[in-house]
């Protein structure tokens, strides 16, 4: 079946620094990959759908130019948390849709940690 | 746009019962696809069913199945024979044609089956 491999699955950063965290589709191809945060006890919340070559469309109320997204191949997104704050903390997921199908695939998470 | 309401915050049942999980929408679409979505304590997202719009046939998938309810906008989920493992946070999703394909999520209900 298909695969979303994230990277990292657990990060701690100092305030200030920035994290990179990768989604990538082991075998399948994806025009499209979605970027979500989830609170503790909360639904997933979408932050920016990420498009091949093209920039990311960014949900309102997220700050692009904090979370930097680049989807450079038809198998890797990348979500750069910059200078980081501790109100970054939070469980960061990805998913990916095959291009022309309906079925999405979750990565595992990233738990981000910011001290 | 469009909106997946979850009203049980929270649900438990004993072993080998059956627990129906309740989910609502808002939409204008005519074809659209619901999912539910399954997170347990990894906080992988699992696939649990899926149903297409135009498919007046309820999905199953072994002890899962759905009761789609079209015109009342409506897709319950009923888990027969709970198993320990049904343990989780369980999520409705709705996507549309629109609005890049996303996934709307419902604000999830959280269950436990109880041994």
Redesign the interface.
């Known amino acids: 079946g298909a695969v979303v491999s994230q990277h990292p699955s657990r990060v701690i950063c100092k305030s200030g620094t920035s994290v990179k965290i990768e989604c990538r589709s082991l075998d399948f191809q994806a025009t499209?990959m979605?970027w979500y945060r989830?609170f503790p006890?909360?639904?997933?919340m979408?932050m920016a759908?990420s498009n091949e070559g093209s920039k990311a469309?960014y949900e309102q109320g997220v700050e692009k130019d904090k979370f930097l997204i680049n989807h450079a191949s038809l198998t890797l997104s990348t979500l750069t948390v910059t200078s980081a704050h501790p109100e970054d903390s939070s469980?960061y997921?990805c998913?990916a849709?095959e291009t022309g199908g309906?079925?999405?695939t979750?990565g595992?998470?990233t738990r981000l940690t910011v001290v | 746009a469009q909106t997946v309401t979850q009203s049980q915050p929270e649900m438990s049942v004993q072993e080998a019962e059956t627990v129906t999980l309740s989910c609502t929408y808002d939409t204008s679409e005519s074809n659209y696809y619901l999912f539910w979505y399954k997170q347990p304590p990894s906080r992988q997202m699992i696939l649990v069913i899926r149903q297409e719009a135009y498919k007046q046939q309820n999905a199953t998938e072994n002890r899962f199945s759905v009761n789609f309810q079209k015109a009342a906008k409506s897709f319950s989920l009923k888990i027969s024979d709970s198993q320990l493992g049904d343990t989780a946070m369980y999520f409705c999703a709705f996507m549309g044609n629109n609005a890049g394909n996303m996934l709307t999520f419902g604000g999830g209900t959280r269950l436990m089956v109880k041994p």
């Open positions: 499209t979605f989830q006890k909360q639904s997933l979408l759908t469309t469980f997921i998913s849709r309906v079925h999405y979750f595992s998470g």
